[in-house]
């Protein structure tokens, strides 16, 4: 696992040994950040579920102005301040802000704080269950700025019904691509076109 793209690239990042943690592949995460191209410059970054930090370090990595990290893992919050210091970072600096809580209770407290939202990339575990209600929790606190997106990692079903999971009144699927197994699907604010 590495950073792919920016002033970090190349960089090798540690990983969580445990099976609760599926980092992003480096294929899914070059082509989303592809697909995000230069909306991420300048943007406040949330990487919910961050396990390894993978993904915020990316965004880092590519000019992206603050980013946090969420995740209810102690161990995951070591590997995450580990990755940042393997990039010279210390997890201090005011554009780097870290939250251990899981993803829910994670979002109320970025809420009540009014935190803002360019960009927010949701990875939970697969088997969670947890993608529809946390979408409907981003579109009514209102965390994600108008012309922002939320992007949405997932396995793919077996089934027939591959249909990503249901957003709320105010978040609409833009987009969806399948990589293999997993599917990455873009939410924007219902009335942006």
Same mark, same amino acid.
């Given at each position: 696992?590495?950073?792919?793209?920016?002033?970090?690239?190349?960089?090798?990042?540690?990983?969580?040994?445990?099976?609760?943690?599926?980092?992003?592949?480096? $294929?899914?995460?070059?082509?989303?950040?592809? %697909?995000?191209? &230069?909306?991420?410059? @300048? =943007?406040?970054?949330?990487?919910? !579920?961050?396990?390894?930090?993978?993904?915020?370090?990316e965004a880092l990595s590519r000019a992206a102005k603050?980013?946090?990290?969420?995740?209810?893992?102690?161990?995951?919050?070591?590997?995450?301040?580990s990755n940042l210091a393997g990039c010279g970072l210390?997890?201090?600096?005011?554009?780097?802000?870290?939250?251990?809580?899981?993803?829910?209770?994670?979002?109320?407290?970025?809420? $009540?704080?009014?935190?803002?939202?360019?960009? %927010?990339?949701? &990875?939970?575990?697969? @088997? =969670?269950?947890?993608?529809?209600? !946390?979408?409907?929790?981003?579109?009514?606190?209102?965390?994600?700025?108008?012309?922002?997106?939320?992007?949405?990692?997932?396995?793919?079903?077996?089934?027939?019904?591959?249909?990503?999971?249901?957003?709320?009144?105010?978040?609409?699927?833009?987009?969806?691509?399948?990589?293999?197994?997993?599917?990455?699907?873009?939410?924007?604010?219902?009335?942006?076109?």
């Open positions: 696992m590495r950073i792919i793209s920016g002033r970090f690239k190349g960089k090798r990042l540690i990983s969580v040994k445990a099976n609760t943690v599926r980092p992003t592949s480096d $294929r899914v995460k070059e082509s989303v950040f592809s %697909i995000l191209g &230069d909306s991420v410059i @300048d =943007s406040n970054f949330l990487d919910l !579920c961050a396990g390894t930090g993978s993904i915020g370090l603050s980013v946090t990290f969420v995740d209810r893992s102690s161990h995951s919050i070591r590997v995450i301040k210390s997890g201090g600096e005011p554009h780097v802000n870290i939250v251990k809580l899981d993803a829910l209770k994670g979002l109320a407290f970025l809420a $009540r704080r009014n935190a803002r939202f360019d960009l %927010i990339y949701l &990875d939970p575990p697969y @088997d =969670s269950g947890i993608y529809e209600v !946390c979408l409907r929790q981003i579109g009514l606190s209102k965390m994600l700025l108008p012309s922002g997106q939320v992007v949405v990692e997932r396995r793919r079903e077996r089934s027939a019904d591959l249909a990503a999971p249901k957003a709320s009144n105010e978040l609409k699927l833009k987009r969806q691509e399948r990589y293999g197994d997993t599917v990455i699907s873009f939410y924007q604010m219902e009335d942006t076109e």
